[in-house]
């Protein structure tokens, strides 16, 4: 039983089930959100809706974008090369890249990987889209921008056995990006590095 009012440890326990937040973090936040000014806290409550209210994702790659977009302004972007996708397991993977000012092609981002333990499969993911672009004959290289998991790197074997029979270049970043990490977490000269170093995967 809680010693807390109801409300106050329902929010905390809202907080909690957050990625990386911990009870005490929670607790901490929930306790700035209570003795903030008013003004604070409905911003707060306006922006969570509007999040889920406004935002939806692009028909072409999946990335985000405003509800009442088709495309996304990387899709919609005429000045992005349409020969060149990098596969993306999140949107915050598009961010990272972005970030560094390299890429100028388009992205595809597959909302997960492929992780038979936890039930997720290729119909899971945003795979079939993904091989119906590569269908249409203007991609001539998809670099596959998973991160260097066990699970990254099976879906990205997976992606090159499907797309190397349809005579597209296949490419991987390069290892400078530590093992198990994720790309979010990277920084930009990494990222930068990891782009320019892509190797072609082999059969």
């Known amino acids: 039983m809680s010693i807390l009012p ?13 990625p990386g937040i911990g009870p005490k973090t929670a607790a901490r936040l ?5 003795n903030s000014p008013e003004p ?14 406004e935002i939806g994702f692009c028909q072409t790659c999946f990335n985000i974008t405003l509800a009442k977009n088709v495309l996304c302004e990387i899709c919609s ?22 970030r560094t000012n390299v890429f100028d092609g388009k992205y595809h ?9 936890d039930g997720i499969g290729p119909d899971d993911l945003k795979i079939k889209p993904l091989l119906e672009r590569a269908r249409t004959g203007e991609i001539k290289e998809v670099i596959l921008a998973t991160n260097p998991s066990m699970e990254g790197d099976a879906t990205a074997l997976y ?7 349809m005579g597209i270049k296949v490419t991987r970043l390069a290892r400078g990006l530590p093992v198990g990490s994720d790309l979010e977490y990277a920084d930009q000269n990494t990222l930068s590095r990891a782009l320019a170093g892509r190797q072609e995967m082999s059969p």
């Open 6 to 18: 109801e409300p106050l440890q329902n929010l905390i326990d809202a907080f909690e089930r957050l």
């Open 30 to 34: 929930a306790f700035f959100v209570l």
């Open 40 to 53: 604070v806290s409905k911003n707060l409550v306006e922006s969570l809706q509007a999040v889920k209210q």
């Open 77 to 98: 972007d005429p000045r992005r090369k349409k020969s060149t996708l990098c596969v993306v397991e999140e949107p915050l993977d598009v961010l990272a890249l972005e």
């Open 109 to 117: 981002v597959l909302h997960g990987v492929l992780s038979p333990i």
């Open 159 to 165: 992606l090159q056995q499907q797309l190397t029979p």
